[in-house]
């Protein structure tokens, strides 16, 4: 009796993580846009799952931030203020520069041979502008650059962050030109990596940091002068 009630514990968490991922991945690619509201009904009908689902996956992602709850309005994609993305930017340029060192100086063969299929296509996506792949394949290249830094630590604060930068990414992605310069500065990123140059693979994921919240922060900045904030 214990095994199938892990079993079925199990199977639910599974389901949970996949509407979660799918939530996600709708954020980060726009069609989620920050201070829309979500409907549980819709979601239900879109995502084709029960109402359980899409609260337990709705609680989640309130829990990293990606969605704020309003009483008498309910969950609202979360909006990020200026200050807010300057912030997360800093600490993730911190963050990032270490992991990159680490990587450099310990990471295995394995992980750095991983790192370089990711680049790959990265590349291959942002050469043939498609959007989910585009998202899945820098995840992906995230993942591998905390994985190789070895820093368990490390990888939970970036993952946290990095779930708030997704409210940006297809903002500061979709920039004029932001694309191709992405697409270097992550093989600058890989190549120091690749040469086991720890202080080269710090500078380099800071620039790639400091270069995204460059945009980020401009399309912030003009926005909220839109809106007349």
């Given at each position: 009796?214990?095994?199938?009630?892990?079993?079925?514990?199990?199977?639910?968490?599974?389901?949970?993580?996949?509407?979660?991922?799918?939530?996600?991945?709708?954020i980060?690619?726009?069609?989620?846009?920050?201070?829309?509201?979500?409907?549980?009904?819709?979601?239900?009908?879109?995502?084709?799952?029960?109402?359980?689902?899409?609260?337990?996956?709705?609680?989640?992602?309130?829990?990293?931030?990606?969605?704020?709850?309003?009483?008498?309005?309910?969950?609202?994609?979360?909006?990020?203020?200026?200050?807010?993305?300057?912030?997360?930017?800093?600490?993730?340029?911190?963050?990032?520069?270490?992991?990159?060192?680490?990587?450099?100086?310990?990471?295995?063969?394995?992980?750095?041979?991983?790192?370089?299929?990711?680049?790959?296509?990265?590349?291959?996506?942002?050469?043939?502008g498609?959007?989910?792949?585009?998202?899945?394949?820098?995840?992906?290249?995230?993942?591998?650059?905390?994985?190789?830094s070895?820093?368990?630590?490390?990888k939970?604060?970036?993952?946290?962050?990095?779930?708030?930068?997704?409210?940006l990414?297809?903002?500061?992605?979709?920039?004029?030109?932001?694309?191709?310069?992405?697409?270097?500065?992550?093989?600058?990123i890989?190549?120091?990596?690749?040469?086991?140059?720890?202080?080269?693979?710090?500078?380099?994921?800071?620039?790639?940091?400091?270069?995204?919240?460059?945009?980020?922060?401009?399309?912030?900045?003009?926005?909220?002068?839109?809106?007349?904030?």
């Amino acid at each position: 009796m214990g095994d199938m009630d892990l079993q079925i514990a199990r199977q639910s968490a599974t389901l949970r993580t996949q509407v979660e991922d799918k939530l996600r991945q709708a954020i980060s690619s726009g069609r989620f846009k920050p201070g829309q509201r979500l409907v549980e009904r819709e979601l239900c009908e879109s995502i084709g799952v029960g109402r359980t689902s899409i609260r337990e996956a709705l609680r989640q992602l309130e829990a990293e931030g990606l969605i704020t709850s309003y009483p008498h309005r309910g969950p609202v994609v979360s909006t990020i203020t200026y200050e807010e993305a300057a912030q997360l930017y800093s600490v993730r340029a911190l963050l990032e520069s270490y992991a990159g060192k680490e990587f450099a100086e310990n990471g295995t063969a394995q992980d750095i041979h991983t790192l370089n299929e990711a680049v790959a296509e990265f590349a291959e996506a942002a050469a043939n502008g498609a959007g989910s792949r585009l998202i899945k394949a820098k995840t992906a290249f995230y993942d591998c650059l905390m994985q190789g830094s070895g820093n368990v630590f490390v990888k939970q604060m970036l993952t946290s962050l990095h779930n708030r930068v997704t409210l940006l990414r297809m903002t500061s992605m979709t920039q004029p030109g932001r694309l191709n310069h992405s697409v270097e500065e992550i093989k600058e990123i890989a190549a120091a990596i690749t040469d086991r140059n720890g202080p080269k693979a710090a500078a380099a994921c800071k620039y790639h940091i400091d270069m995204a919240a460059k945009v980020a922060l401009d399309y912030l900045r003009k926005t909220s002068e839109n809106h007349g904030d």
